[in-house]
């Protein structure tokens, strides 16, 4: 099992950042992949953006340009850099790793955007 624990989420102004952190129970070697989705209300759950242990990098097509992920390697935490935040942005973002083939997620941080 993995355990995934997030922080950095809440209040920002139309046009701020803010940067969340995700830290994972297992070290990334064996984590084949870590990031982050996200769900507002009457949504689905979407992706925001993802790592891989190699590194590479996916992102939402919403978000591109606007944010960052890093981390991974070695490391058990991710960080999601979130700049250019809109009022499309708010919603809750669940913290996503990839562990021996099984999806595991977090309990989630609120991000709510303010116009």
């Known amino acids: 099992q993995v355990h995934l624990v997030e922080s950095g989420g809440g209040l920002v102004q139309d046009g701020g950042s803010l940067r969340l952190s995700c830290t994972a129970s297992r070290t990334f070697f064996s984590i084949s992949a870590l990031g982050w989705y996200r769900q507002a209300p009457g949504n689905q759950r979407e992706l925001v953006a993802t790592i891989t242990r ?56 609120q991000v709510t955007v303010s116009s």
């Open 54 to 109: 190699g590194g590479s990098t996916n992102y939402g097509d919403s978000v591109k340009s606007r944010f960052t992920i890093t981390g991974g390697n070695d490391k058990n935490t991710v960080w999601l850099q979130m700049n250019s935040l809109k009022p499309a942005d708010a919603a809750v973002y669940y913290c996503f790793a990839r562990y021996d083939g099984t999806d595991y997620w977090g309990q989630g941080t």
